[in-house]
Nanobody, 124 residues
Framework: QVQLGESGGGLVQAGGSVRLSCAASGRTFNSYNMGWFRQAPGKEREFVATISRSGGNTYYADSVKGRFTISRDNAKNTVYLQMNGLKPEDTAVYYC?????????????????WGQGTQVTVSS
């Protein structure tokens, strides 16, 4: 089992940058593919980005491709989401998640563990 805790959210102006961090407990962090999802008010949770166990493979939602970068540091049990060129429509609660399966999933139902989320608000 792994416990996840996000940090780094806050209020930022459009065009600005924020880096989210997600720290994981336990000594098996590198056995999980990690993902970021977000949920805006009144909307369903949506996929943002995912990264494989080694960090060698990454996938992004089209809406964030070229602006967001997911990375991980297995020595620190941490996954990051660097968000640049933020837009008001990026406003949401951002969640990190861990998937124990073999695939690097872009669908939330394949993730086994979730953090409690961190709010990112982008003002226009």
């Amino acid at each position: 089992q792994v416990q996840l805790g996000e940090s780094g959210g806050g209020l930022v102006q459009a065009g600005g940058s924020v880096r989210l961090s997600c720290a994981a407990s336990g000594r098996t962090f590198n056995s999980y593919n990690m993902g970021w999802f977000r949920q805006a008010p009144g909307k369903e949770r949506e996929f943002v980005a995912t990264i494989s166990r080694s960090g060698g493979n990454t996938y992004y939602a089209d809406s964030v491709k070229g602006r967001f970068t997911i990375s991980r540091d297995n020595a620190k049990n941490t996954v990051y989401l660097q968000m640049n060129g933020l837009k008001p429509e990026d406003t949401a609660v951002y969640y990190c998640a861990a998937a124990s399966g073999a695939l690097v999933p872009t669908t939330s139902r394949f993730y086994d563990y979730w953090g409690q989320g961190t709010q990112v608000t982008v003002s226009s």
